[in-house]
């Protein structure tokens, strides 16, 4: 039976508790957005308020080179300015990328239950989960994305369990991006002046998880956010994003005359990849690098997908400013942690901006 869309408690059941998602509420017809989806003033996405802007995608290729010192210079201060830069020629292919969008809009195509299959509790494996918002039963207001989550322990495990739809696509895409991210990872760790044993510098990436997300198409975009304010936990992030955009990111730093606090739209780039730097990193880096805050629009022409890895530390990881950073500083500014404390916080709370950082803080 539909929900009645001025019942709370119905429309809650039937998105979240039954699994049917944003996309299942859109499929039935919708004029106006539902009040738990409508966002306060201040957290709401004006896109003409909002600057576009264009950063020149960072070409990958050449670290293998004689320009590897100005494309290390250049994704350090990327990292240390915004947070956040595009790559080209990163050595995942073009077809391969088409393929995982295709092969998202396949599986939040399916009949409703097809989906509610893989939720918490009724997935076939503790490492797969769909859901809708992030933290629903916490949430002033709820989220405009559905998504799947896929945690990579082992091939086999990938191919038994993760969903038919996806899982190849899926798979390929987290192994032929492992050397980008691994490249990425330990120039900016080089650029800190510090050189790590191999298997701390595994460690800090040991632990990957592919997701696949879903906006749906919008009646009002601009009362709505796809995903609220915050920051990634772990060390990297990798975003595939489609032609549509709405990734916005706020800049901690003034950058090309925008001022700092200001939010800028990320456009997509044709064959690009995002790249962002996570909670994970900030903490290593003492503050040098930024895991900057970002969050995404929804649109009234089109649903939109993007799939990203995160690289996060393994669970039993300790994470603090890296030794050598401390003593160039003269001061920690966060504590050790062990990972899974942090991710376990990350995930029991609504999004809050960077507020995730506040547990790591001094």
Not at 22 to 51: C, F, T, W
Not at 71 to 95: C, K, R, S, T, Y
Not at 224 to 253: A, C, F, N, P, W
Not at 258 to 279: F, H, M, Q, R
Request: glycine share 8%; aromatic share 8%; with cysteine.
């Amino acid at each position: 039976m539909a929900p009645s869309f001025e019942d709370g408690k119905s429309l809650f059941n039937f998105v979240v508790r039954d699994g049917n998602g944003v996309k299942g509420m859109v499929d039935l017809g919708l004029s106006k957005v539902p009040e738990q989806y409508i966002q306060p003033p201040h957290e709401r996405i004006v896109k003409l308020n909002a600057s576009v802007h264009e950063l020149p995608p960072i070409d990958l290729s050449k670290l293998d080179g004689p320009d590897h010192d100005q494309v290390a210079n250049d994704i350090a201060n990327a990292a240390e300015v915004l947070g956040f830069f595009q790559v080209l020629n990163h050595g995942i292919p073009l077809e391969l990328l088409e393929s995982l969008k295709s092969s998202a809009n396949d599986f939040f195509g399916q009949a409703p239950e097809k989906k509610a299959a893989f939720q918490k509790g009724l997935s076939p494996s503790p490492h797969v989960k769909y859901g809708t918002s992030f933290v629903p039963e916490k949430e002033k207001a709820l989220e405009w994305k559905d998504y799947v989550s896929m945690v990579y322990t082992s091939d086999a495990d990938a191919l038994s369990y993760w969903p038919n739809e996806c899982k190849n696509v899926a798979l390929e895409y987290l192994k032929t991006s492992t050397d980008m991210v691994k490249k990425i990872v330990k120039v900016l760790i080089a650029k800190l002046g510090v050189t790590l044993e191999d298997s701390k510098f595994e460690a800090l990436i040991g632990l990957r998880m592919v997701n696949m997300n879903y906006y749906p198409t919008c009646p009002d975009p601009e009362l709505t956010v796809g995903v609220g304010r915050h920051s990634d936990m772990g060390t990297l992030t990798v975003l595939l994003q489609d032609g549509i955009g709405g990734l916005y990111v706020k800049l901690e730093e003034d950058m090309d005359g925008e001022k700092k606090g200001e939010w800028i739209e990320i456009t997509p780039v044709p064959g690009a990849l995002v790249i962002n730097i996570g909670d994970t990193l900030q903490i290593l880096s003492n503050g040098r690098y930024k895991s900057a805050e970002h969050r995404v629009r929804t649109t009234s022409s089109q649903s939109r997908v993007s799939v990203p890895i995160f690289s996060i530390p393994k669970p039993t990881e300790r994470i603090g400013p890296l030794p050598e950073v401390v003593e160039s500083d003269g001061v920690a500014r966060y504590r050790e942690v062990v990972f899974e404390d942090y991710m376990n916080n990350f995930f029991s709370n609504a999004h809050d901006g960077k507020k995730s950082l506040d547990y790591a803080t001094t």
